[in-house]
């Protein structure tokens, strides 16, 4: 009794505990009046009392114990009402044993107990428990509005578990200020049924007709794995319609443990291109990473910055973060010390093109695996600047995978670009190149050793969508080089993944390819871009077309043509064995890193570049004509030695399928 009434002392809600004393003690005299009367005599008098006495205290423990008045009553869900039925089954085993067991041997034989007094008091004990705190909890709802009318009316997408507990999170808490009035769905069995008291009044594709009868202010997409077709219908109807739009986090961010499902946030542009979440094997990639040193290179960039982050998750012994530039490794190393303090990080500055400096840091370090992220990836400015592609994605590429070979490290990955399958621009030609380099090397002994190829990831440095958001904020014009120019696009996170996992399934110098799903067109990002920031594009914002750019595609590819592409373990990983398609000779690839050490015109860095890689389909001009690079070697004139003599201009490229209208030059390519 001491420990009981220490706790009881310490008991949060202490008026339950008062009103259970009273009203269980009310429901045993309620059942004792309604089985016998109110004209009781001597005996049964003491038969009540001993009940009482025997069962209250009885009662009282077991609610404590089983942590009723540990609970917020006034949040109670249905988890709380499972308590209350166990204790309220609890209460009435206690009245059975107490009434049939312990009563009769204290009252005479003549008075023992009726089931029904038994009966009644288990039932009216567990309306005794209930009703006071389903009374807080349906106080507390009436509470839960604000009564000033300022409150946002809602429209909730989607009505599964998610949608469920959206429409709960925004009734409970009327801080947020946001009131659900209709919830919207597909599937035709939930029309006209209620989620959480709140009317299911139609598909997605009658918002705009439900949000003027409802006379909705906001959206509440509630689907975390709603694909970005989906979305970018419901966002494209919001604006029409006046409609401010929040979304729930997508399955990567729940799953990952940032973001909780009723975390609202507005719609991002990543959320408009979701697909299936992609889910990566830990326990194979660990066996990599976990208590194994770790190097990558280009750590301060986007992909190499989110790289070192996951590795840090799976506890390496340390991460050895190579970069260039010391700002990026600076600010990576803040980053890092913050979020995982346990994990040691080693910064290096240094050039993956300066060999020597590369061979003391594996030296010192003796990585077991190593992740290539440093390369030069803008590809109108490689065009620009030819000698500085080759030396930095071929030479650095080819001193640190040699060197990964000569310091026995297990597993090197390349990250490559999509860009290098039928190159037109310099920067995937470079890419190519260093592609073979990995292959030749794996078949050279390096098994481990792989190649991983993605397209364009939103939010990096310098990428598509930085650029648009700029030029939105100043009030456009948003430039696009042209309409019918589409790309694949991907995450940071997503990228990140299939370069861990690739890391743990290759083995001899494949290309990787991640299922990006359908390509977008870099028009509808610009429009989506705009209407994500509460504008209407051509009429708030210019959109000006300025024409393909030196060494662009109109659309890129993911395979080479005729090439064996085969499943992996990963249901999103595709193998690609086209590295080694090409008679790439070794003397050829030193003839190039020479004249670009050299700093040869850049005419003459592409004639090189075009004997490595022969499906380069680079273009130039030769006295006016826009012709491919190959071409205009056929068409040197006799008395010129190469391009450096040859007027020209500038490269343009376009890789159209044959058919559609060009405004820039012929067709160069057929369609995959």
Not at 223 to 240: D, E, F, T, Y
Not at 418 to 445: L, Q
Request: charge should be negative.
């Amino acid at each position: 009794m001491d420990a009981l009434s220490g706790k009881i002392a310490s008991l949060r809600n202490r008026m339950f505990f008062l009103s259970d004393v009273i009203l269980i003690s009310v429901s045993a005299l309620a059942a004792f009046a309604a089985r016998y009367g109110m004209t009781w005599t001597p005996e049964l008098n003491h038969s009540f009392r001993l009940f009482l006495l025997a069962t209250l205290p009885i009662k009282l423990a077991l609610l404590v114990a089983l942590g009723v008045y540990r609970r917020l009553w006034r949040y109670a869900s249905v988890s709380d009402l499972e308590l209350l039925v166990m204790a309220a089954g609890a209460c009435a085993i206690v009245d059975g044993v107490v009434g049939i067991a312990v009563v009769p041997f204290g009252a005479t034989p003549t008075d023992r107990l009726s089931y029904a007094v038994i009966l009644l008091d288990a039932l009216l004990c567990a309306g005794a428990i209930a009703a006071p705190r389903l009374a807080a909890r349906v106080l507390a709802r009436r509470d839960r509005f604000p009564q000033n009318g300022r409150s946002r009316r809602a429209i909730v997408v989607g009505a599964g578990v998610a949608g469920g507990m959206i429409v709960r999170e925004l009734l409970d808490n009327a801080q947020l200020g946001i009131l659900p009035v209709a919830v919207l769905d597909d599937d035709p069995h939930k029309r006209g049924m209620r989620l959480q008291n709140v009317p299911i009044l139609g598909a997605l594709s009658d918002l705009s007709q439900v949000a003027r009868d409802v006379g909705a202010t906001d959206v509440v997409v509630a689907m975390p794995s709603a694909p970005g077709l989906v979305l970018r219908n419901i966002l494209k109807q919001s604006h029409h319609t006046g409609l401010a739009t929040l979304t729930v986090p997508g399955l990567f961010e729940i799953l990952s443990g940032e973001k909780r499902v009723h975390a609202l946030r507005q719609i991002e542009i990543q959320d408009l291109l979701r697909r299936e979440s992609i889910t990566t094997d830990l326990q194979e990639v660990s066996s990599l990473v976990t208590g194994k040193v770790v190097m990558v290179t280009g750590a301060g960039g986007s992909i190499g910055s989110e790289l070192c982050r996951q590795l840090a998750r799976l506890k390496p012994e340390k991460i050895v973060a190579l970069g260039r530039g010391e700002n990026s490794i600076f600010e990576l190393l803040q980053e890092m010390s913050s979020t995982f303090p346990g994990v040691r990080v080693d910064p290096i500055i240094g050039d993956v093109r300066d060999h020597s400096r590369m061979n003391r840091v594996f030296a010192e370090h003796r990585p077991y695996s190593v992740f290539h992220a440093a390369a030069h990836k803008h590809v109108p400015l490689m065009e620009a600047n030819v000698a500085e592609a080759v030396l930095n994605n071929v030479l650095g590429t080819r001193n640190v995978v040699t060197l990964c070979r000569e310091f026995d490290v297990e597993h090197f990955v390349l990250i490559s670009t999509d860009k290098a399958v039928r190159p037109t621009s310099v920067m995937g030609a470079t890419k190519r190149i260093a592609e073979h380099i990995v292959h030749r090397c794996s078949m050279d002994g390096g098994s481990g050793y792989v190649s991983v190829r993605f397209g364009n990831v939103l939010g990096s440095r310098g990428s598509v969508v930085p650029t648009f958001m700029r030029q939105i904020a100043q009030g456009g014009p948003v430039t696009i080089t042209h309409p019918d120019m589409t790309r694949y696009f991907m995450t940071i996170p997503e990228a990140v993944q299939l370069v861990l996992q690739a890391s743990a399934i290759g083995t001899d110098g494949e290309v990787f390819v991640l299922d990006m799903g359908e390509p977008v067109r870099i028009h509808d990002l610009a429009n989506d871009l705009i209407r994500l920031s509460g504008l209407e594009p051509e009429v708030d914002v210019e959109v000006h077309f300025t024409g393909i750019r030196d060494g662009e595609k109109l659309y890129e590819e993911l395979f080479f043509a005729g090439a064996d592409i085969s499943p992996t373990v990963h249901p999103k990983i595709l193998r690609a064995c086209d590295a080694e398609s090409s008679d790439h000779r070794e003397c050829d690839i030193e003839a190039l890193i020479q004249a670009a050490r050299e700093h040869a015109p850049a005419a003459r860095i592409r004639e090189l570049l075009l004997a490595v890689v022969p499906e380069y389909a680079g273009c130039v001009r030769v006295n006016g004509q826009t012709v491919t690079v190959a071409d205009a070697f056929v068409r040197i004139p006799s008395s010129l030695d190469s391009l450096d003599d040859m007027p020209y201009d500038r490269m343009e490229t376009d890789n159209r399928p044959p058919g559609r209208p060009s405004g820039l030059v012929a067709d160069l390519t057929a369609a995959p």
